[in-house]
Structures are given as structure tokens and as C-alpha cells.
């Protein structure tokens, strides 16, 4: 009998292993420049969104902004965004040497190649600094 709850104990602590997120909930964004600006929050109830802006040169005041939303998982470091028609992949990386001054550990956001979403596609998104 303790063999067996012993067992029990061993498998659902490597399965729990096997979905263990890396990834911390809060505010990533863009690094900016080229007259865009993109920011995902990841909130701990696994609901995400996705805010896009982009403007002509020198017209930010004229900018114009779209919004994905919808649920987010993870496993490791592959990050899932599913919206109610599209699923985008993503990647938590590690920094490295950066001119953002951000420390060369913080983790980042990266999406794949091709997202079906112009503006996602390699992005890279950086986190706040209030992030967990």
C-alpha cells in the first residue's frame, strides 16, 4: 500500500514537472521605434491581450490601434496565445547583451516567424519592470 501511494506520489509530481511554466504573468513590450508600439499582458488568470499601435512619421496623435485577446498556457518556455479563430506561438528567451540596458538574465518574449500576424512575426517583447 505505501509502495503503491509512493508511486502514485512520484507520477503526478513528474507530470506536474513536465507542465511547469516559466513564464511570469504580467506587462511585455515592444523595444520601439519604427513607428509602432506592441504590449501583451499575461494575467495569472490566463486571459492575455495583445495591444498594437502604429502610426505614420510624425503622426502619432493619428495612430491606430488594434487588440487580440483571448487565453494563454505555457509549458517550460513555449507559450501558447489562442484568440477565438488564431493560435500565435511564442518563446521565453534570456536576453543577453542588449543596448536597453536591460540586465543580460531578463527573460523576453519572442514570437515565432510566422504568426499570420505582420506585426508579431520574430517580435521580441521585453518585460516591464513591475513584472513578477
Not at 17 to 30: D, E, L, R
Not at 80 to 104: F, M, Q, R, V, W
Not at 121 to 130: G, R
Amino acid at each position: 500500500m505505501i509502495r503503491t501511494l509512493a508511486l502514485t506520489l512520484l507520477t503526478i509530481s513528474a507530470l506536474s514537472a513536465c507542465n511547469q511554466c516559466n513564464v511570469n504573468t504580467g506587462s511585455y513590450t515592444s523595444a520601439g521605434g519604427s513607428e509602432q508600439s506592441i504590449n501583451l499582458t499575461l494575467a495569472s488568470d490566463n486571459a492575455f491581450i495583445v495591444k498594437h499601435e502604429s502610426w505614420q512619421p510624425g503622426q502619432y496623435e493619428k495612430r491606430d490601434t488594434s487588440q487580440l485577446r483571448g487565453a494563454w498556457t505555457c509549458s517550460n518556455n513555449a507559450i501558447t496565445l489562442k484568440t477565438n479563430s488564431n493560435t500565435y506561438s511564442a518563446e521565453l528567451i534570456t536576453i543577453g547583451e542588449n543596448p536597453l540596458g536591460l540586465d543580460s538574465n531578463s527573460k523576453a518574449i519572442m514570437f515565432n516567424e510566422n504568426t499570420g500576424v505582420d506585426y508579431l512575426n520574430k517580435q521580441i517583447l521585453y518585460p516591464d519592470s513591475h513584472n513578477n
